[in-house]
């Protein structure tokens, strides 16, 4: 399952993205435009979800599709921000504990963003990190908000007041930047638009943005987003439903429509 070369117009690539209700697989050469297959587990009642994966994994046809160049692991999920200046690897592990003390304890991960000056760090459940590395000596993991932040400072208007909030499942994750660095970022329940609603006018209000000049762009694939949308039209003058398509164009619509938000940020980084 490792690598078989760097010829680009060959590479197939194999992202596996562990979220709330399971785990999914997607393969993808991005010398082929609309190439990308996808897999989707749910964790079965009952069922560790390592053992959910291990099942998976041996049984997945888009892995046994052929050998993968490079396998990257997407956590979705918890996850703090911490300066460049204030970081150390080694207290990593320690300032997560602290933020998340209630929570089950992981491997303790960390991305470096270079454009935004901060580390990510997140956890990966034991039992499941032990088995993809078994499987995929290889793999590197990234938190799900990585690649998006980065993505989108690259793509930020500095000029303008903007705010973005990403939808994924029954969350939204709002964020914003100022004077080229993140100067918020947290994320909330979105189970209903009017949840989304009330959280993402709140955020707008802590951070004093203009209802008539600020804009705000609404991304992701979460089942409220069209509805948030609506609903914020009510309170705000600029509004930008998003999708995939628009913001990563090297991607065929049906492909950006096909793979995650997410999927798509950290392919378009790391290929």
């Known amino acids: 399952m490792?690598?078989?070369?760097?010829?680009?117009?060959?590479a197939y690539h194999l992202s596996i993205r562990l979220h709330a209700d399971g785990l999914s697989f997607y393969g993808c050469n991005p010398a082929a435009p609309g190439s990308a297959v996808t897999e989707h587990y749910k964790y079965a009642d009952g069922e560790a979800p390592a053992e959910t994966l291990k099942k998976a994994i041996l049984q997945s046809s888009v892995i046994k599709r052929r050998s993968a160049s490079?396998?990257?692991?997407?956590?979705?999920?918890?996850?703090?921000?911490?300066?460049?200046?204030?970081?150390?690897?080694?207290?990593?592990h320690a300032l997560y504990r602290l933020t998340y003390a209630c929570e089950k304890p992981g491997k303790t991960y960390y991305n470096i963003l270079p454009h935004l000056e901060i580390a990510q760090i997140f956890?990966?459940?034991?039992?499941?990190?032990?088995?993809?590395?078994?499987?995929?000596?290889?793999i590197r993991f990234y938190h799900s908000h990585t690649m998006i932040l980065e993505k989108l400072w690259i793509l930020a208007q500095q000029d303008k007041q903007q705010l973005?909030?990403?939808?994924?499942?029954k969350e939204?994750?709002?964020?914003?930047?100022?004077?080229?660095?993140l100067c918020y970022a947290n994320t909330f329940p979105a189970d209903a638009a009017d949840n989304a609603v009330y959280f993402i006018l709140s955020v707008w209000k802590a951070l004093e943005l203009d209802a008539?000049?600020?804009?705000?762009?609404?991304?992701?694939?979460g089942p409220e987003k069209d509805r948030t949308t609506q609903l914020l039209g009510r309170y705000l003058q600029n509004?930008?439903?998003?999708?995939?398509?628009?913001?990563?164009?090297?991607?065929?619509?049906?492909?950006a429509q096909q793979l995650p938000f997410d999927v798509l940020a950290l392919l378009i980084h790391v290929i």
């Open 2 to 10: 490792q690598g078989t070369g760097n010829n680009q117009s060959q």
């Open 70 to 92: 490079s396998v990257y692991c997407l956590v979705t999920g918890q996850s703090i921000q911490v300066p460049l200046e204030h970081f150390r690897k080694e207290e990593a």
């Open 123 to 138: 956890t990966v459940e034991h039992e499941v990190e032990h088995i993809l590395c078994q499987y995929f000596p290889g």
């Open 164 to 169: 973005y909030a990403c939808f994924d499942e």
């Open 172 to 181: 939204v994750f709002v964020f914003s930047y100022k004077d080229r660095k």
């Open 212 to 221: 008539r000049q600020g804009e705000c762009f609404l991304l992701g694939n």
């Open 239 to 255: 509004i930008n439903n998003s999708v995939a398509a628009d913001i990563y164009r090297r991607h065929s619509p049906d492909e």
